[in-house]
Antibody, heavy 120, light 107 residues
Framework: QLQLQESGPGLVKPSETLSLTCTVS??????????WGWIRQPPGKGLEWIGN???????YYNPSLKSRVTISIGTSKNQFSLKLTSVTAADTAVYYC????????????WGQGALVTVPS | DIQMTQSPSTLSASVGDRVTITCRAS??????LAWYQQKPGKAPKLLVY???TLESGVPSRFSGSASGTEFTLTISSLQPDDFAIFYC?????????FGQGTKLEIK
C-alpha cells in the first residue's frame, strides 16, 4: 500500500527558506506512471496546488509561487522535496505531498500533512 | 488560471437527507474534475474523478454529475460520517485549481 510522509522543520523564520521532504513507501518514485506533487492549506482556508514533478525531473509550478518554488526528486531515497524561498507569514500552512497520474491530475494518494509556521 | 466556484459555502443537513454541492468552472474543463472530502486534521480523500467515476471503496451514496461547466456532487442519504468539507478540483490545465470548499454540517 502506497504511503507518503512529509518531514521537515515546523517553524521557519521570515525571509528564510522552507524545506520539506516527502518519503514514499510501498511504491517507486521512479515509476513513469505518476507525478508527485505538493499542495498547501493555510489554517482554516482552502487548498492551493503548488506544483509537481515527474521521475525524469520535469516540473510544473503554480505561477503564483513559481519565482520562489523548487521541487526536486531523489530517486535513490524514494523521496521528493519542496523548497520555498523568502517565506512570510502568508506561507504558514499545512503542506501535503500527493501522487497523481501521468495521464490524470487527480490526487489519489496524500501524505498526512506537515504544519509549517512562519511567525509574523 | 481556471477558476472553480463552489456553492453553497456552508450546507446544514440532517442524517438521511439528500444533499447536492455544485462546482462551476470558469471555462471548459472537459470533465476533468475531482471531488474530495476532508475531515478536521486529515488530508483530503478522493471521492470522485473524471466528474462521475467513483473512487474504489467510496460508498455508492456518493455520486457525481456534469453538465457543461457545472458539476455536482450528490450524497443520496447522509450518514453521520459524511459531515466534512468538500472540495472540487480541475485537472484540465495547469495550474490545477480547487474550489473554495463547502462545509457540510449537522442541522
Amino acid at each position: 500500500q502506497l504511503q507518503l510522509q512529509e518531514s521537515g522543520p515546523g517553524l521557519v523564520k521570515p525571509s528564510e527558506t522552507l524545506s520539506l521532504t516527502c518519503t514514499v513507501s510501498g511504491g517507486s518514485i521512479s515509476s513513469s506512471t505518476y507525478y508527485w506533487g505538493w499542495i498547501r492549506q493555510p489554517p482554516g482556508k482552502g487548498l492551493e496546488w503548488i506544483g509537481n514533478i515527474y521521475y525524469s525531473g520535469s516540473t510544473y509550478y503554480n505561477p503564483s509561487l513559481k519565482s520562489r518554488v523548487t521541487i526536486s526528486i531523489g530517486t535513490s531515497k524514494n523521496q521528493f522535496s519542496l523548497k520555498l524561498t523568502s517565506v512570510t507569514a502568508a506561507d504558514t500552512a499545512v503542506y501535503y505531498c500527493a501522487r497523481s497520474g501521468y495521464t490524470y491530475g487527480y490526487l489519489n494518494n496524500w501524505g498526512q500533512g506537515a504544519l509549517v509556521t512562519v511567525p509574523s | 488560471d481556471i477558476q472553480m466556484t463552489q456553492s453553497p459555502s456552508t450546507l446544514s443537513a440532517s442524517v438521511g437527507d439528500r444533499v447536492t454541492i455544485t462546482c462551476r468552472a470558469s471555462q471548459s474543463i472537459s470533465g476533468w474534475l475531482a471531488w474530495y472530502q476532508q475531515k478536521p486534521g486529515k488530508a483530503p480523500k478522493l471521492l470522485v474523478y473524471k466528474a462521475t467515476t467513483l473512487e474504489s471503496g467510496v460508498p455508492s451514496r456518493f455520486s457525481g454529475s456534469a453538465s457543461g461547466t457545472e458539476f455536482t456532487l450528490t450524497i443520496s442519504s447522509l450518514q453521520p460520517d459524511d459531515f466534512a468539507i468538500f472540495y472540487c478540483q480541475q485537472y484540465h490545465d495547469y495550474p490545477y485549481t480547487f474550489g473554495q470548499g463547502t462545509k457540510l454540517e449537522i442541522k
